[in-house]
């Protein structure tokens, strides 16, 4: 069982920065992705980006560039660097931890484990 803690969520104004944070359990397993979805009020989840214990990055295209995923190494939280902050960009942010995969995918039904989720909210 893997327990994911996201963290790291705000109330900011337009083209404001946040960086989210989320915190695994003790026990995670050598091989995996890990990924960051949000999802607004009336919209699906989406996937954002996603990385792997080999730091294999993968990115939503209508990100362009803005979002960084990273994990220093497999014992530290994964993060989420959000810059230049839009109010589209509302949402419930979700941390989420799935089976290794090469190239890790952005869809929600590849990962087994969730984290409650964080509130960012973008102000115009």
């Known amino acids: 069982q893997v327990e994911l803690v996201e963290s790291g969520g705000d109330s900011v104004q337009a083209g404001g920065s946040l960086r989210l944070s989320c915190v695994t359990s003790?026990?995670?397993?050598?091989?995996?992705?890990m990924a960051w979805f949000r999802q607004a009020p009336g919209k699906e989840r989406e996937g954002l980006a996603a990385?792997?214990?080999?730091?294999?990055?993968r990115y939503a295209d209508f990100l362009k560039g803005r979002f960084t995923i990273s994990k220093d190494n497999n014992k530290n939280p994964l993060y989420l660097r959000m810059n230049d902050l839009e109010p589209e960009d509302t949402a419930t942010y979700y941390c989420?931890?799935?089976?290794?995969?090469?190239?890790?995918?952005?869809?929600?039904?590849?990962?087994?484990?969730w984290g409650q989720g964080t509130q960012v909210t973008v102000s115009s």
């Open positions: 003790v026990y995670t397993p050598r091989n995996y992705c």
């Open positions: 990385i792997n214990n080999k730091y294999d990055r």
């Open positions: 989420a931890h799935g089976p290794y995969d090469r190239m890790c995918s952005l869809s929600s039904s590849q990962y087994n484990y």
